[in-house]
Each structure stands twice: as structure tokens, then as C-alpha cells.
């Protein structure tokens, strides 16, 4: 069973996300902003993060950054998740693993977390 922290600041999505994560078997941790997911992280480890790329009040990827740059956190793998399929260009240049456009094609999701979570 893979750890799961969904970061979104859009609660339809977190509760859909963490259904679907959930009926796959993995165990599921949420947050909304980047405090909270720094929250979250000082407890729960996740084997993987879907962070939202538009956060209220703060930029998904720098969040993404952030992690990347923590000793503690960085080889946790990161998928980014955005409605604007444009933004995957940018968004391993900070630090992200992999992304993912919303409408989420489930199917592909898993594929993604489960090879991510093998290499790390």
C-alpha cells in the first residue's frame, strides 16, 4: 500500500482524488496550502505527492521546490497536477517527478505513482 498526500486547494478535488486513491488501496493524507502540507509532512510520509500547480495563496510549484530542497523530504516523488495541460513545460524545472492534466485519467495516475514510487 502506497502513502499518498493529495495538496489541493479545491475540497471537490481532494475528496474525488482521495476516493480514487483510497478504492486503489493506498493509504491518504490532505492538505490544502503549503502550510498545511508542511504540516502534514513533519508526520506522515508520503511514497508519493499530487500537488496541485495553482495553490490559494501560493504557487504549487514553488511548494514543489521547497520539498526538493528539504534533506528530509526531497527523494519523496512529486507529481504535479494542473487543468492547464501547458503548464507541465514548467514545472520540472522545479524539481517535479512527473505530471499529470486534470480531467486525471486514473489509469495513467497509477502507472505514474507506481513506476515513481519503484525508482525511489
Known amino acids: 500500500m502506497q502513502k499518498v ?3 489541493d ?3 471537490d478535488v481532494r475528496t474525488l482524488m482521495t476516493v ?3 478504492k486503489h488501496g493506498h493509504e491518504v493524507e490532505t492538505a490544502f496550502n503549503r502550510e498545511d ?3 502534514k509532512l513533519k508526520n ?3 511514497s508519493v505527492i499530487l500537488l496541485d500547480v495553482l495553490l490559494s495563496g501560493s504557487d504549487g510549484r514553488k511548494l514543489c521546490q521547497e520539498i526538493k530542497e528539504n534533506e528530509k ?4 516523488p512529486v507529481i504535479m497536477i494542473s487543468a492547464h495541460p501547458g503548464a507541465a513545460e514548467s514545472v520540472s524545472s522545479y524539481g517535479a517527478d512527473d505530471f499529470v492534466s486534470k480531467p486525471i485519467n486514473s489509469g495513467s495516475l497509477f ?5 515513481l514510487v519503484k525508482l525511489s
Open 5 to 7: 498526500l493529495i495538496i
Open 9 to 11: 486547494d479545491d475540497p
Open 20 to 22: 480514487m486513491m483510497r
Open 37 to 39: 502540507a508542511l504540516s
Open 44 to 46: 506522515f510520509r508520503p
Open 73 to 76: 523530504l526531497r527523494n519523496i
Open 111 to 115: 502507472e505514474k505513482i507506481d513506476r
